[in-house]
Nanobody
Framework: QVQLVESGGGLVQPGGSLRLSCAAFGFTFSRYAITWYRQAPGKERDWVASISSAADITTYKDSVKGRFTVSRDNAKNTVYLQMDSLKPDDTAVYYC?????WGQGTQVTVSS
């Protein structure tokens, strides 16, 4: 079955860190760029960061530059999103997308 599965979300205080994972099953993961999106309550889904298939190119939404880092391990069919210095505005459901496949999302809540 072709799928992407996100994990690693949770509740964290402002200034804290989380690392999200996006694991791929059932397709040749290493061929595809992977993109992270997020959707806050009442808002549209928004692009956060992308990583090329070979991990040589990464791009970030301006508001997360310097705080978030996207990486991948093609041997493990997994992409990561390291999120540091988290802010309440980062609260959202985070999704990964690649090869036309969406994950189910993982909730990130930043609150004191």
């Amino acid at each position: 079955q072709v799928q992407l599965v996100e994990s690693g979300g949770g509740l964290v205080q402002p200034g804290g860190s989380l690392r999200l994972s996006c694991a791929a099953f059932g397709f040749t993961f290493s061929r595809y760029a992977i993109t992270w999106y997020r959707q806050a309550p009442g808002k549209e889904r928004d692009w956060v960061a992308s990583i090329s298939s070979a991990a040589d190119i990464t791009t970030y939404k301006d508001s997360v530059k310097g705080r978030f880092t996207v990486s991948r391990d093609n041997a493990k069919n997994t992409v990561y999103l390291q999120m540091d210095s988290l802010k309440p505005d980062d609260t959202a459901v985070y999704y990964c997308n690649g090869g036309g496949v969406w994950g189910q999302g993982t909730q990130v809540t930043v609150s004191s």
